[in-house]
């Protein structure tokens, strides 16, 4: 089913896939998983928040839902995401053929802006569905070329007044279970289940200098900003030891030219660790690193934290379950955030994870075996039917 929309959102600059929130690529995913859905019989809801909602029966209260997003990283694979959509979609063929049909309501889910590759803040879909983030906050975010939230929404034809946490979706959730591609290299075997997602977040820094001339300026009259932007970046490497994670994947200089010492720049920080107070620990000592390389070149810097998420510890007994449901599964950590992670404040939530033996995500190279994702679906498969009979 992933060959049915490889052409969709391709990035010929970056390579991989670029499918954000709202933009032309995305919709077009939206249509074929409505599409796809209805020609299985679910009937498709879109929220006020624009996730999408594919019920198998009437939709009401304690739904097992299953699902992913649609939506990428800049340049990225074609796994991350999808997979858990296409897997949800064939683990109901299979349920179908097998004549079953769901003691409870059920639904796939397909979240928007999961990856907060457009406006900047992850699992954007979930946090207003859950009201994990402001309405008016997310409304006003920018993507790159100026473009907020609400505009975005309402080109794409839904009502940004709306927006807002959903009691009635959140409440009608009894379970969650999302399959995702395993984005590291800790499954030896085709499938496993989550243990916990590592606690993380995003922190915008703007370092502020003198715009000037590259050839005209001498040395000592400079105040450049792009300087501790440079040295955030090896404060990150330096400070994340022992599990941590600091990411600097974003620069933006402003303005931007080879001849121009940059008036601001603009860095992104995400960091990662197992627990909130290492991963603060991390963020604090960078930032003082940060705070130290601008006064040593003149320049300020503000420091903005984006978006936050505690750890998530999955719900053990439904993890065991589901482990047990299949024979006996391995559990283990990820390292990357996901819708799940903002439910699981919420209702009980668990997580599949199919293989990828490249261990890459995020890019080109993430990859899974047709035989490990037809495993997949079985798996997720005998998971609705174990939970939702
Ligand atoms: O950033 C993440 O970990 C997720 O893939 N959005
Ligand atoms: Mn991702
Ligand atoms: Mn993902
Ligand atoms: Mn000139």
Redesign the pocket.
Same mark, same amino acid.
């Given at each position: 089913m992933l060959d049915q929309i490889a052409d969709i959102g391709r990035d010929a600059q970056r390579g991989g896939y670029s499918r954000h929130a709202y933009t032309k690529p995305e919709v077009e995913l939206r249509h074929w998983f409505a599409e796809q859905a209805e020609r299985r019989g679910l009937a498709v809801e879109t929220d006020r928040n624009g996730n999408l909602w594919a019920w198998w029966g009437e939709p009401g209260a304690n739904a097992l839902v299953t699902g992913s997003h649609l939506d990428s990283?800049p340049g990225g694979g074609a796994f #991350?995401g999808p997979l858990g959509v296409t897997s949800s979609l064939q683990a109901v063929d299979l349920l179908q053929a097998k004549g079953f049909t769901p003691g409870r309501p059920f639904a796939v889910a397909v979240f928007a802006e +999961? +990856? =907060?590759g457009r406006f900047g803040v %992850?699992?954007l879909g979930s946090r207003l569905l859950s009201g994990a983030i402001d309405a008016a906050k997310a409304l006003s975010l920018k993507d790159p070329d100026g473009v907020t939230l609400a505009e975005a929404m309402k080109a794409a034809g839904h009502d940004p007044e709306r927006v807002g946490r959903d009691d009635e979706a959140l409440g009608r959730i009894g379970q969650f279970v999302e399959l995702h591609v395993e984005?590291g290299r800790g499954l030896t075997v085709p499938v496993g289940v989550a243990s916990s997602i590592l606690a993380?977040g995003r922190w915008r820094f703007t370092f502020a200098g003198e715009g000037n001339h590259a050839g005209a300026t001498l040395i000592e009259d400079r105040r450049d900003p792009m300087v501790p932007a440079a040295q955030l970046v090896i404060a990150a490497r330096r400070a994340a030891r022992d599990g941590g994670r600091a990411t600097v994947g974003r620069i933006v200089p402003n303005p931007g030219g080879t001849n121009v010492i940059a008036s601001t720049v603009d860095v992104w920080l #995400?960091a990662r660790d197992s627990d909130d107070a290492r991963t603060r620990a991390m963020v604090a000592e960078i930032s003082e690193a940060a705070r130290q390389a601008a006064a040593e070149e003149g320049c300020e810097v503000r420091i903005a934290e984006e978006s936050y998420g505690d750890t998530v510890h999955f719900d053990p007994r439904l993890r065991d379950d589901i482990a047990n449901a299949l024979g006996g599964v391995p559990a283990l950590p990820t =390292? %990357? =955030? &996901?819708d799940a992670g903002i439910l699981a404040a919420h209702v009980p939530t668990a997580m599949l994870f199919v293989r990828n033996p490249t261990g890459v995500? &995020?890019a080109p190279e993430e990859f899974a075996e047709q035989a490990d994702v037809d495993e997949g679906v079985r798996a997720l498969a005998a998971t609705i039917e174990h939970l939702g009979s």
């Open positions: 990283v #991350d +999961e +990856e =907060g %992850a699992c984005q993380h #995400d =390292g %990357a =955030g &996901h995500s &995020h």
